[in-house]
């Protein structure tokens, strides 16, 4: 950064940081390679968790860490493996998990692999899900991977909504 950034207050200089890791301000070196739009993939998948010792039962609260297998059909034809930590209340439906996961595979014809997110809480049996692709996270033909995937539950059935955007192939 150049001296005029060290005569702004600390405030300003914060801002532009977190602007900068966040991608609201794009760096000096960022590359793009072709514009994007987004679209969505669908289909369902079967996932597997299996708890991992030791857990954590202390009063009032239980923490737990499960390993996610998952094998995605549809638009999205591939594999994942991640890990979860969860933590649940004395109160019947609330608590919370966050989940990292690779998934590897094809993507609408294109393949690689890629990093999920995710952030569940849940306040007396409202659940509040967002899952969303790890920047930088795509290799191979999934590289500049950016998007969220809605996970649809229904009669003990897993389906997926991923809206995402690439970069155009060239």
């Known amino acids: 950064m150049t001296n005029g950034f060290r005569k702004i207050g600390p405030c300003a200089r914060l801002a532009i940081v977190v602007g900068l890791l966040v991608g609201l ?3 000096s070196n960022a ?9 969505h993939a669908q289909g369902t998948f079967e ?10 039962k ?8 499960m390993l996610i297998e998952k094998q995605f059909h549809g638009d999205l034809e591939a594999v994942s493996h991640g ?3 969860t933590g649940m209340t004395a109160v019947q439906g609330s608590g919370a998990y966050v989940a990292i ?3 590897t595979g094809t993507l609408n014809g294109r393949h ?3 990093i999920l997110h995710h952030l569940g809480i849940m306040v007396r049996g409202n659940p509040q899900l967002n899952v969303t692709v790890v920047p930088d996270s795509g290799t191979g033909e999934l590289v500049g991977l950016t998007g969220a995937m809605t996970i649809i539950i229904t009669d003990g059935k897993h389906s997926y909504d991923f809206a995402y ?3 155009e192939a060239h």
């Open 25 to 27: 301000i794009p760096s």
């Open 31 to 39: 590359v793009e390679k072709g514009s994007a739009m987004t679209v």
């Open 47 to 56: 996932v597997k968790l299996t708890p991992q010792l030791p857990e954590d």
């Open 58 to 65: 202390s009063e009032g609260s239980t923490l737990g860490r």
């Open 83 to 85: 890990q979860m930590l």
């Open 101 to 103: 996961e690779r998934v």
């Open 112 to 114: 690689g692999s890629f």
């Open 165 to 167: 955007s690439l970069p």
